[in-house]
């Protein structure tokens, strides 16, 4: 197993956490819906990557639902003192694995309690409100009531951090109008490149930002650039991307999920992928060639 130490640290809210971590939402049933295919390797991906190093999971109890988080807990508890979990709520699922906006006040207050319950704490160390106008992705609206209740379950002491998550620039700068954002948490990888100013901006605020779909996530990036890249290096485009992401900016904060042990690895590894400016060069065009294709 690689070491992950090249990744370097960032902080989250008032912890310190390896930049490449782990995200739990594979761990779910197809669909991320249901039970884990394979429940005993879901538990060895889980203690494997602690055992790695990560100590940064990202999850939500939307996943299965509850079955993720049930699975963590049963992985991983007593927890690690420097492990911080990240979860996320403000949706759930239908009876038939649709997903579901669930941002009222009783909402949030289920979700936390939920969380709780399933991970077996006392306290969650950062929650982020996950913003359903669209399901396709952010779309403008006032997030001033989900927020403002959320807040108020950390002022009860159930939550310490709060982030965002599928929103736009204009909902982060409300956010952080209401009360403090420990993170940002959206699409974002070679090909979707939508959020590069909001990434900078964060990064002068000192704020993480985290992105999901590293490869494009349901509809994985084709690109024969990061393919040669790849091969030109040795290692996978899975890789690739997460060696670009880490160079992108220091304060991205990498969550790249799986059931599998061996991609756990091959992940892993992707700490210790040095990209040469030539490989940057091109990685960086694939958004300009997206948007021409």
């Known amino acids: 197993m690689a070491s992950i130490d090249n990744s370097g640290t960032f902080h989250l809210g008032d912890r310190r956490v390896r930049r490449l971590g782990y995200g739990a939402m594979q761990l779910a049933g197809p669909g991320v819906f249901g039970p884990p295919r394979n429940r005993a390797e879901a538990l060895t991906v889980l203690r494997e990557a602690v055992a790695a190093g990560v100590n940064h999971i990202d999850t939500s109890d939307f996943y299965g639902p509850?079955?993720?988080?049930?699975?963590?807990?049963?992985?991983?508890?007593?927890?690690?003192?420097?492990?911080?979990?990240?979860?996320?709520?403000?949706?759930?699922?239908?009876?038939?694995?649709?997903?579901?906006?669930?941002?009222?006040?009783?909402?949030?207050?289920?979700?936390?309690?939920?969380?709780?319950?399933?991970?077996?704490?006392?306290?969650?160390?950062?929650?982020?409100?996950?913003?359903?106008?669209?399901?396709?992705?952010?779309?403008?609206?006032?997030?001033?009531?989900?927020?403002?209740?959320?807040?108020?379950?950390?002022?009860?002491?159930?939550?310490?951090?709060?982030?965002?998550?599928n929103v736009t620039p204009a909902q982060v700068a409300q956010g952080r109008g209401i009360c403090a954002i420990a993170c940002v948490q959206n699409e974002y990888n070679l090909a979707h490149r939508g959020d590069d100013a909001l990434i900078d901006g964060l990064a002068r605020d000192g704020i993480p930002y985290v992105p999901f779909f590293p490869l494009g996530g349901f509809n994985p990036l084709q690109s024969s650039i990061l393919s040669e890249v790849a091969g030109g290096l040795g290692a996978t485009p899975m890789q690739v991307a997460l060696a670009w992401l880490l160079r992108r900016s220091p304060n991205i904060l990498l969550i790249p999920g799986t059931s599998s042990v061996a991609h756990l690895r091959e992940n892993l590894a992707a700490a210790g992928l040095e990209l040469p400016e030539a490989a940057m060069g091109r990685l960086n065009g694939i958004a300009a060639e997206s948007v021409a294709g």
């Open 66 to 165: 509850h079955a993720t988080n049930q699975v963590i807990r049963e992985a991983l508890a007593p927890y690690p003192d420097d492990l911080v979990i990240v979860t996320k709520i403000g949706a759930r699922r239908g009876e038939d694995a649709s997903w579901l906006p669930a941002f009222s006040a009783e909402d949030l207050t289920q979700a936390v309690h939920d969380n709780l319950r399933n991970l077996g704490r006392d306290v969650l160390e950062v929650v982020n409100l996950r913003i359903m106008f669209s399901v396709h992705g952010p779309a403008e609206g006032s997030i001033e009531a989900p927020l403002t209740a959320l807040a108020e379950l950390q002022r009860e002491g159930l939550v310490r951090h709060i982030g965002l998550s």
